[in-house]
Antibody
């Protein structure tokens, strides 16, 4: 059974930084494509970042490009999201997901971790 | 403003067939496949349909997906009370180089 568990969510001030972690088990991790998807309170889903397996090519949408960095440690089956220059609009539950079919079908999701950015 | 357009709400009675639409453009739905997610309040989304019409293991065949041109649809037949949830469509957008989501449709079972 595939398990995805996020951690690291916290309350942070605007302009600050935070690193989220995602532990993955139950699959061949080094080949797995992973992504982060967020959901602001009461709002819809927003894709945040993707990292491919077997090389680690990354992709980001415009709102976070240059501020967020997704990375992976295949030796630990971990994915990370480094978030810098955080803004109030980055407040959301952040989900780590395993992409089961490229380019983005997320077949396994974690429970989410809450990031709150205050002024 | 979401890149993909969904109706904010939909409803039906038990046993009925309901469809939820998702409209996009040439850079997303028009040239890539569509995925659908189901989300209950306070829980993580769940993949319902991928590659336009494929169901992951465990998803009932009451759920089906289709795509035509720059639009896609999710159909739920034999509607049940436990289908009451939010539904999101998603697709890769070649111009934005990323996944784009619809704004979500809240399905109410009357």
């Amino acid at each position: 059974e595939v398990q995805v568990v996020e951690s690291g969510g916290d309350l942070v001030k605007s302009g600050g930084s935070l690193r989220l972690s995602c532990a993955v088990s139950g699959l061949s991790f080094s080949h797995a494509w992973m992504s982060w998807v967020r959901q602001a309170p009461g709002k819809g889903l927003e894709w945040v970042a993707r990292i491919k397996g077997g090389g680690g090519t990354t992709d980001y949408p415009a709102p976070v490009n240059g501020r967020f960095t997704i990375s992976r440690d295949d030796s630990k089956n971990m994915v990370y999201l480094q978030m810098n220059s955080l803004q109030i609009e980055d407040t959301a539950v952040y989900y780590c997901t395993h992409i089961i079919v490229d380019p983005g079908a997320a077949g396994h999701w974690g429970q989410g971790t809450l990031v709150t950015v205050s002024s | 403003q979401s890149v993909l357009t969904q109706p904010p709400s939909a409803s039906g009675t038990p046993g009925q067939r309901v469809t939820i639409s998702c409209s996009g453009g040439s850079s997303n739905i028009g040239s890539n496949t569509v995925d659908w997610y189901q989300q209950f309040p306070g829980t993580a989304p769940k993949l319902l349909i991928y590659k336009n019409n494929q169901r992951p293991s465990g998803v009932p065949d009451r759920f089906s997906g289709s795509k035509s041109g720059t639009s896609a649809s999710l159909a739920i037949s034999g509607l049940q009370s436990e289908d009451e949830a939010d539904y999101y469509c998603a697709a890769w957008d070649g111009s934005l180089n990323g996944v784009v989501f619809g704004g979500g449709t809240k399905l109410t079972v009357l």
